[in-house]
């Protein structure tokens, strides 16, 4: 079972306006481990299998369900804006994505588990490319 790292290639903008997003922009559920609650990220694709994390909100479970943010599932490799807020809920800068459940979320060195689905977290990869669930927008 491997856990994938998003590489965040990108350190934290000192700008916090918010990037525009285009028409095709869509929303992935994420939740932080380290506080248990969840958030959506808004993704634009910006060419063929390349995406880029623009902003990240907080949402409820229910919300996120509602809006429909995994209804489609995309692959490509994952950049992040220079705007970008990371983890809206502990400014968490590490994204994981659960080989589980396949949904992010913020990860903190010593978490245990995928706030998503429980999935023990064991051996962490760095990846490249990602298949991940979005909608929504
Ligand atoms: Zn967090
Ligand atoms: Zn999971």
């Known amino acids: 079972m491997f856990f994938s790292r998003l590489l965040l290639y990108l350190q934290k903008g000192f700008d916090m306006e918010i990037t525009k997003v285009s028409k095709d922009a869509f929303a992935v559920f994420a939740a932080c481990a380290r506080t248990r609650q969840y958030f959506g990220i808004s993704v634009d694709p910006v060419a063929r299998g390349q995406y880029k ?63 998503h689905c429980g999935q023990r977290i064991g051996q962490i990869t760095t990846a490249n490319e990602f298949s991940f669930g979005g909608g929504g927008f």
């Open 53 to 115: 994390f623009v902003w990240a909100f907080k949402i409820s479970k229910d919300q996120a369900v509602k809006e429909g943010f995994d209804r489609q599932q995309v692959k490509g490799a994952i950049s992040v804006d220079p705007g970008f807020n990371f983890c809206p809920h502990c400014g968490g800068q590490e994204f994981v994505q659960c080989g589980n459940c396949g949904k992010f979320f913020c990860y903190y060195e010593g978490a245990s588990s995928c706030p």
